[in-house]
């Protein structure tokens, strides 16, 4: 691969995964904001109080994602009034008019083979296009399987247009995907957990040497 991919764990919550993805050298760190359906969200409250907690103690390049699904457009608006985030993923089924008003942030824009609408309208007002195996219920419950856009991934690179690659990936066959697809950042949450939102230091690390090696 001609340049270095990027790694984002998502589905964060634990000060102790948070503190040992960070020292790994993790690109992004993510986490899923009020959505009960998921065994990884957490409440904006404890949003806030764990950026704070990571922005005192926890120096380097990480960036933050708030990774949301239909959340009212008033909390959007708050997490990047108070500087939550870096990044807004948006995993639900936002409107397009909605989607444009978001500003302040970069967005990201979770999509399936499965999505409607027309996803090159979408990439032309969000900064990347997050390439998933499922939507948001689905991967909440663990139901969503390996990434099998392929076509759609190879539509949007002939298009230019940036992604991030998401969808089953673990140390076992994530170099696969990097061979074949040359993603410049791969997403993983279930890969890297032994029970559903149960991060572990096992598996973040033997994820880590699978990329970087």
């Avoid at 990027?6 to 960070?22: E, N, P, R, S, V």
């Avoid at 807004?88 to 397009?96: A, D, P, W």
């Avoid at 992604?163 to 076992?172: E, F």
Wanted: hydrophobic share 40%.
């Amino acid at each position: 691969m001609s340049t270095k991919v990027q790694i984002k764990f998502c589905g964060m919550y634990t000060k102790a995964a948070l503190d040992y993805a960070i020292d790994l050298g993790v690109d992004y760190v993510g986490f899923v904001i009020d959505f009960p359906k998921s065994p990884r969200s957490i409440s904006l409250n404890e949003f806030h109080n764990t950026v704070e907690w990571l922005r005192k103690n926890k120096k380097g390049k990480y960036k933050i994602v708030a990774v949301t699904v239909d959340m009212p457009m008033e909390s959007i608006k708050l997490l990047i009034n108070k500087g939550l985030a870096d990044i807004i993923q948006l995993h639900g089924n936002e409107r397009l008019s909605n989607i444009k008003k978001i500003k302040g942030v970069e967005i990201w824009k979770a999509w399936n083979k499965n999505s409607k609408g027309d996803v090159l309208e979408i990439a032309k007002v969000v900064d990347r296009i997050l390439l998933d195996s499922g939507n948001a219920t689905e991967k909440a419950l663990n139901r969503s399987g390996e990434f099998d856009a392929f076509a759609l991934y190879k539509q949007l690179k002939a298009k230019k247009v940036k992604t991030v690659l998401s969808g089953g990936m673990d140390a076992d066959n994530v170099k696969d995907y990097l061979e074949k697809l040359s993603p410049e950042i791969i997403d993983v949450s279930r890969g890297i957990e032994t029970t559903p939102g149960k991060k572990s230091k096992k598996k973040m690390k033997e994820f880590m040497n699978s990329v970087i090696k």
